[in-house]
């Protein structure tokens, strides 16, 4: 029996990791849509699963444009394989309705990327030296409870809540490097645009 246009999409939600249809369901719940169409809520969103997700997708913005949302997505999040996947199984790719730069990433996806490429491990150290790290006049450390149990999408929430997006980035920045991420440091300093000559106003 050929697969369905649902069958594709719950394949791809369903490779996610927990992690990453957490993150998957917050971009959801802010990505741009066309006219006519609203976000699910983030209620609804926050307990389903790929199952339940993939019918809630089909009942709000029906089989195609379902399929358009959730490749953007899936683009957004740093899931480019599934996301190319899913487009050529679904073959809506071809109907010009999905381009590859149609989502430009905000400084938000670039420091959760960055977060989530850091292992279990690693992610403590972060979250250790986050707490300790001397930060600009005005500024206070996150308190060591609430970092505790931050996954990255919580942290990445977080920091910009206490310290607004560019600050955010020149803080993950310095915490990175102290626990010799460097490359992870750089390439969010070329992405955001926010370089390292920024990084040194918190010290």
Same mark, same amino acid.
């Given at each position: 029996?050929?697969?369905?246009?649902?069958?594709?999409?719950?394949?791809?939600?369903?490779?996610?990791?927990?992690?990453?249809?957490?993150?998957?369901?917050?971009?959801?719940?802010?990505?741009?849509?066309?006219?006519?169409?609203?976000?699910?809520?983030?209620?609804?969103?926050?307990?389903?699963?790929?199952?339940?997700?993939?019918?809630?997708?089909?009942?709000?913005?029906?089989?195609?444009?379902?399929?358009?949302?959730?490749?953007?997505?899936?683009?957004?999040?740093?899931?480019?394989?599934?996301?190319?996947?899913?487009?050529?199984?679904?073959?809506?790719?071809?109907?010009?309705?999905?381009?590859?730069?149609?989502?430009?990433?905000?400084?938000?996806?670039?420091?959760? @990327?960055?977060?989530?490429?850091?292992?279990?491990?690693?992610?403590?150290?972060?979250?250790?030296?986050? !707490? $300790? %790290? =001397? &930060? +600009?006049?005005?500024?206070?450390?996150?308190?060591?409870?609430?970092?505790?149990?931050?996954?990255?999408?919580?942290?990445?929430?977080?920091?910009?809540? @206490?310290?607004?997006?560019?600050?955010?980035?020149?803080?993950?920045?310095?915490?990175?490097?102290?626990? !010799? $991420? %460097? =490359? &992870? +440091?750089?390439?969010?300093?070329?992405?955001?645009?926010?370089?390292?000559?920024?990084?040194?106003?918190?010290?």
């Amino acid at each position: 029996m050929p697969k369905t246009v649902r069958d594709h999409l719950l394949s791809a939600l369903a490779n996610l990791g927990e992690a990453q249809l957490k993150n998957f369901k917050s971009k959801l719940n802010e990505i741009r849509l066309q006219k006519g169409y609203d976000n699910i809520p983030k209620g609804v969103l926050e307990k389903a699963d790929p199952i339940e997700l993939t019918d809630k997708m089909i009942q709000s913005y029906h089989e195609i444009y379902a399929v358009v949302v959730a490749v953007k997505v899936l683009r957004a999040i740093n899931e480019s394989q599934l996301a190319s996947r899913l487009a050529r199984n679904t073959r809506i790719a071809k109907a010009g309705v999905i381009c590859e730069g149609s989502m430009h990433k905000t400084v938000r996806d670039h420091l959760l @990327s960055a977060l989530a490429n850091l292992g279990e491990a690693q992610l403590k150290n972060f979250k250790s030296k986050l !707490n $300790e %790290i =001397q &930060l +600009a006049e005005g500024y206070d450390n996150i308190p060591k409870g609430v970092l505790e149990k931050a996954d990255p999408i919580e942290l990445t929430d977080k920091m910009i809540q @206490s310290y607004h997006e560019i600050y955010a980035v020149v803080v993950a920045e310095e915490v990175l490097r102290a626990i !010799n $991420e %460097i =490359q &992870l +440091a750089s390439r969010l300093a070329t992405n955001t645009r926010i370089g390292r000559e920024r990084t040194r106003e918190g010290r």
